[in-house]
T-cell receptor, first 111, second 110 residues
Framework: QKEVEQDPGPLSVPEGAIVSLNCTYS??????FMWYRQYSRKGPELLMY????GNKEDGRFTAQVDKSSKYISLFIRDSQPSDSATYLC???????????FGTGTRLKVLA | DGGITQSPKYLFRKEGQNVTLSCEQN?????MYWYRQDPGQGLRLIYY???????QKGDIAEGYSVSREKKESFPLTVTSAQKNPTAFYLC?????????FGPGTRLTVL
């Protein structure tokens, strides 16, 4: 079993839809969770950073962590064609400087 | 303007040649990283450095070398020993918990 699992997609939605992107993980010690957006041939851009459980909102983006289920989510409201990208989840390995990444979910928002 | 810069954006190498990818950051971060990204495989850690003059191998260090002589700089050399070097290379740096990425270098072996 991989430490972090993420559905590769692609996920296609119409403009204006609410998008839900998810990752599951196996290590219950993970405390720091991140979501990145990566456009084609570009570096990943940090979108959301969450510590421990709960929700965090930033504009149209909401990050949610459910530690009891070892499940994290990124919600995008009122999705736009410019949101079309690959979304990567990441977690920091406790006690180290290392990070574990999901393989990414490709999102396409259709105009 | 704070951030991470990588150069060049595109790099072409003949087989048997060593090439060096540049990474510079002005975020005052202690830790720096090199990842390799291949389609469908996500990010794989090559090397990382927590502090100047110290670095550790990641998951796929064979055929690569690094140095960390300055806090701001963490160059990666892809040697001729790397059997399949064509990939997208990403440099990153981190504060206590958040990690930030540079724009990447696309290396192609001819």
């Amino acid at each position: 079993q991989k430490e972090v699992e993420q559905d590769p997609g692609p996920l296609s939605v119409p403009e204006g839809a609410i998008v839900s992107l998810n990752c599951t993980y196996s290590n219950s010690a993970f405390q720091y969770f991140m979501w990145y957006r990566q456009y084609s041939r570009k570096g990943p851009e940090l979108l959301m950073y969450t510590y421990s459980s709960g929700n965090k909102e930033d504009g149209r983006f909401t990050a949610q962590v459910d530690k009891s289920s070892k499940y994290i989510s990124l919600f995008i409201r009122d999705s736009q064609p410019s949101d079309s990208a690959t979304y990567l989840c990441a977690m920091k390995v406790p006690g180290t400087y290392k990070y574990i990444f999901g393989t990414g979910t490709r999102l396409k928002v259709l105009a | 303007d704070g951030g991470i810069t990588q150069s060049p954006k595109y790099l072409f190498r003949k087989e048997g040649q060593n090439v060096t990818l540049s990474c510079e950051q002005n975020l005052n971060h202690d830790a720096m990283y090199w990842y390799r990204q291949d389609p469908g495989q996500g990010l794989r850690l090559i090397y990382y450095s927590q502090i100047v003059n110290d670095f550790q191998k990641g998951d796929i260090a064979e055929g690569y070398s690094v140095s960390r002589e300055k806090k701001e700089s963490f160059p990666l050399t892809v040697t001729s020993a790397q059997k399949n070097p064509t990939a997208f290379y990403l440099c990153a740096s981190s504060s206590v918990d958040e990690q930030f990425f540079g724009p990447g270098t696309r290396l192609t072996v001819l």
